[in-house]
């Protein structure tokens, strides 16, 4: 069985779950990244200028296989959907 990954924001309590993105959550989402994929939400998220990045934020990748995935699962906000819209805009603007 493969490891799920899920990218946690200690500070804002937040996390992006790979396996809701286009190219799953499994360690090739990682090394093989698309337009859509886990890393280019945390890109965004880590560019933002803005109260909603996570920029100077302490973040951790975990795997399903962890204890603390589960315990960070628990008191987390799943963000995937706002980051699949944002995408989803970013590349919009990025096309005009």
Do not use: H, Q
């Not at 996390?15 to 809701?20: E, M």
């Not at 589960?70 to 008191?75: A, H, P």
């Amino acid at each position: 069985m493969s490891k799920v990954y899920r990218i946690f924001n200690i500070d804002k309590k937040e996390y992006l779950d790979a396996n809701s993105f286009p190219d799953g959550g499994k360690i090739g989402s990682f090394l093989r990244p698309s337009e859509c994929g886990i890393l280019s939400a945390l890109f965004l998220l880590l560019d933002a200028d803005n109260s909603n990045g996570w920029s100077n934020s302490r973040i951790t990748i975990e795997n399903d296989y962890n204890d603390s995935y589960f315990d960070f699962e628990e008191s987390y906000k799943d963000i995937r959907s706002d980051m699949l819209e944002e995408i989803l805009e970013y590349k919009e603007e990025e096309e005009v």
